[in-house]
């Protein structure tokens, strides 16, 4: 190798060096906000304040396999988690573009050129034809990155990167806690079907009763008509939730992105029965979990992108190095193209002198989208605290509210059999019988109610903690 080829490479040697060892960073040193929120829950939840227990995985939280079938459904169906990867794999492929101008960018060249000059236009006076041939390795523009401004766009990217890697995280919890809502309203409203079948079959069997009764004349028309009523309310109630159940079954299918196979559907309903798709989180949960909610984390890489920008404009401040070399041969015959060398340098400074503010500004914008990401981490902060004081003051009433329901029908209940019971002996109206059947009807219905509201408090707990399901971020991350 000859003296010019070795001094190139010796050049590209000390480049490379330069950009790893001199870059200083000017990005403010990094310190993550206080959480403007308690360290524990409001007092309305205080049952659950202490302590540190950890969020159960989203496969042992669900307890019922058919719901299981239908969130792993879900996750492998769904087109909105599948835009939140593909915008991973976008934000990944920017990051690694940004990354790579910290390195110096080498590039080789091969080149022939042939020519021929008549001799018209000759100095001889004959015919000349002249090939030269060339190869040169080099390098373009490459900036020393003497004051960290690659360096912090590079780690702002990043940072963004890491950011969407959080959104599709955060979007991946969401589906789960919609699909497995969606699914458990499905449940109940099947189970408000049943009841509604129930009672239309009960208030039929009456009015027969009491048509055979008005024929004997132990019951008046009036009577008659009152029971009648009674089944067309009935019979309109279960109608109606014919049509919710089939609309309930269209928006889990929508959700879940492909039709439903029988083993991911509730079961047959039972009206009586309780739900026990999921499991109850444990108490003792901490508000420390807030961090770990991908929303809020997502806000905190935000933070430290918009960090790295303020060093990047500070950056722009001073000047910039840039080199540019490169060393090759040339020759008149392929034979002969590595026999000589030739070798150029040339680097470049670049100073900001006047610019009518130009860079300051853009050092006071980044200033501005800092603060304004440290205001949007707290405020992220503060909501997540809020969304799970919520839900923790549902939970923390929801059992009372439960059993004094159970109490409620089951009073309901022997209120209507005595009310019938008198009836039938002529000891009372019919109209007795009928509010209190009404009565019950209504407080069956509550009391369904009630039980998807605890199930959907314990999805809607298990959502703003920040839960996850199976390998959740190692899937993202892949």
Request: include cysteine; glycine fraction near 4%.
């Amino acid at each position: 190798m000859n003296t010019s080829i070795r001094f190139a490479a010796r050049g590209l040697t000390l480049v490379a060096l330069a950009a790893l060892t001199a870059c200083a960073s000017l990005a403010p040193e990094y310190t993550r906000p206080a959480a403007p929120v308690p360290e524990a829950w409001p007092s309305a939840s205080a049952a659950v304040a202490a302590g540190a227990a950890a969020l159960p995985d989203g496969r042992a939280f669900v307890a019922d396999a058919r719901l299981r079938r239908t969130i792993e459904l879900a996750l492998d169906n769904s087109r909105s988690l599948r835009l939140a990867l593909l915008a991973i794999e976008q934000a990944r492929a920017s990051y690694r573009i940004q990354a790579a101008d910290q390195l110096p960018t080498l590039s080789a060249t091969g080149a022939q050129s042939a020519s021929r000059t008549p001799a018209e236009a000759s100095s001889s006076g004959q015919v000349l034809h002249t090939r030269t041939y060339s190869a040169n390795i080099g390098v373009s523009a490459f900036e020393l990155d003497l004051f960290g401004r690659v360096r912090n766009l590079s780690e702002s990217a990043l940072e963004s990167y890491l950011a969407t890697e959080e959104a599709a995280r955060s979007t991946r919890i969401a589906l789960v806690a919609e699909v497995a809502t969606a699914w458990l309203t499905l449940q109940a409203d099947q189970a408000q079907l049943a009841l509604a079948r129930s009672t239309l079959d009960s208030q039929r069997r009456t009015y027969e009763l009491t048509r055979q009764r008005h024929a004997l004349g132990s019951d008046s028309a009036l009577t008659l008509a009152q029971a009648q009523t009674s089944v067309e309310a009935a019979r309109r109630d279960a109608a109606a939730y014919e049509a919710t159940v089939a609309q309930d079954l269209n928006a889990l299918r929508l959700l879940v992105g492909a039709d439903l196979p029988a083993d991911a559907l509730p079961p047959a309903a039972d009206p009586g029965a309780e739900a026990t798709a999921l499991v109850a989180l444990p108490a003792g949960l901490p508000s420390a979990l807030l961090q770990r909610r991908p929303d809020v984390i997502a806000a905190e890489h935000s933070l430290k992108a918009a960090n790295a920008d303020l060093g990047a404009a500070r950056a722009a401040m001073f000047p910039t190095i840039q080199l540019t070399a490169s060393s090759g041969t040339a020759s008149r015959s392929l034979s002969d193209l590595f026999k000589g060398g030739a070798w150029s340098f040339a680097p470049s400074v670049s100073l900001p002198i006047f610019d009518g503010g130009a860079t300051r500004a853009g050092v006071a914008q980044a200033e501005a989208a800092r603060s304004i990401q440290v205001a949007t981490y707290e405020q992220t902060v503060q909501t997540a605290f809020r969304e799970v004081a919520d839900a923790l003051a549902v939970r923390a009433t929801i059992a009372e509210r439960l059993d004094a329901q159970a109490a409620l029908v089951d009073a309901s209940k022997r209120a209507w059999r005595l009310a019938d019971a008198r009836w039938k002996a002529g000891a009372a109206s019919y109209l007795d019988a009928l509010d209190a059947q009404r009565t019950l009807y209504a407080a069956q219905q509550t009391l369904l109610t009630l039980r998807l509201a605890e199930q959907s408090n314990r999805v809607r707990l298990f959502e703003v903690l920040g839960g996850e399901w199976g390998a959740a971020s190692a899937t993202a991350a892949s």
